[in-house]
Each structure stands twice: as C-alpha cells, then as structure tokens.
C-alpha cells in the first residue's frame, strides 16, 4: 500500500500584533484558518519573550506560557502528555516558536509544536526582516523629488555620523527619524545598498562605503 502524503502548513513568520488583528475563520463553529490579508494563515513561526508560565498540578494537566514580542502578547497552550515538553521552559527567555493556531473563547493562542530558546537579539532581527519584506512588498511611497532628495540627505547623513560607532541599527534610524515613515526609510535604505553606498555588516545594522 503507498505511502500516504501529508502535507504541512506553511508555518508564516509573523509578529504577535500581526495574528492578533486577523480575522479567524470559523466552519460550523470549528476555526479553520486566520485570515490576514489575501494569506489564509493555519501554522506561526513566531520570537517573543516568556514573560509567564502557568502549569497545572491537578489531573487535567496543562501548560500555559505567555509570549510578548514588543507588539503584543499571545498564549502558548499544551494539554495532557504534551506538556513535559516544555516544562523546562522559562520566564525571562526569549525563544522561537513554530506552532498551530486555535481558537477558543473568543482567544487565538498557539498551539507549540517546537519551542527553542533564541539569543534575544534575533526577536529585533525579526522585526527588521519582516518590515523589510513588507516594505519589499509594498508600492513605492509616492513623495515629490524634492522631499526625496532632503530625506536620502537626513538618512545618509546619520549613517555617516554613526561610522565613529561602527554604524547605526536601522531600528535607531526610524525612532531618530521619527517624521519620516518606516517604509521610506526602509525604501532608501534598500537603494544605498543596491548603489553601494551603504552596506550591511550584519541584518539590521548600516555603515557608510561611500
């Protein structure tokens, strides 16, 4: 008898606000999928911190672990024999999460299928790989040449400023840079790089070539 093919979710990389504003979909009062945009989301590839843990001690064994990742917080539930697999985890840890959704009592949460802990410089590296994508994926901010031309000079000239510090996160950039949007940023960023102006010694962080 052959093999019977099983074919996995894609497991989206998503931040915590970003599941917490979709749409569940329900079929006859049973979750099917969360809607965001044009994705139909079922499984999460999520980073946050553990900033609590709720284990059962009774018969009805369950593991509750809350996770924050800067834009909002989400459960992580596990019932019955399940729970030993992530008994060791802790409060204060920054890990990564690959799980499926549910949905109950009005609350989506996160059904973990893996749990491991993470360096917690990776939960801003996250952040900074999907704006970076939705930027990428985004139609270019229309402004007027000349309000292009005085926002490449801002963002080049803090680069340059930052060089006696071995560079400047792109995070910095955007909180220093407050009057200008994100995806600009993000937009002209990209464009110093393509032209060789700027490079990055690492994801997130910008230097001046020149």
């Known amino acids: 008898m052959p093999e019977e093919q099983f074919k996995r979710n894609i ?4 931040r915590v606000g970003e599941i917490l504003g979709g749409k569940p979909y329900l079929e006859n009062e049973k979750f099917t999928f969360l809607e965001l945009g044009n994705r139909k989301i079922v499984r999460v590839n999520v980073i946050g911190n553990i900033t609590d843990k709720y284990e059962s001690n009774g018969e009805r064994k369950f593991l509750f672990i809350t996770l924050d990742d800067g834009s909002g917080q989400i459960k992580l ?26 949905y109950f009592n009005n ?38 040449k000349e309000q292009i031309i005085a926002v490449k000079d801002r963002i080049l000239e803090n680069i340059k400023n930052s060089e006696d510090i071995g560079g400047v996160s792109i995070e910095q950039l955007i909180m220093k840079l407050n009057d200008i949007s994100p995806e600009i940023i993000n937009q002209e960023i990209k464009k110093f ?7 990055e010694p690492r994801p997130g962080k910008v230097r001046y070539l020149g």
């Open 193 to 199: 790089i393509e032209e060789g102006i700027v490079f």
């Open 77 to 102: 539930k596990t019932f019955g024999d399940d729970c030993a697999k992530f008994a060791e985890l802790m409060q204060g840890e920054t890990v990564v999460v690959i799980g499926t959704l549910r």
């Open 107 to 144: 609350e989506i949460y996160i059904a973990p299928e893996i749990v491991k802990e993470q360096d917690p410089r990776y939960l801003l590296i996250r952040k900074l790989e999907l704006e970076k994508e939705k930027a990428q994926n985004t139609d270019p901010v229309k402004v007027s």
């Open 11 to 14: 497991a989206f990389k998503l």
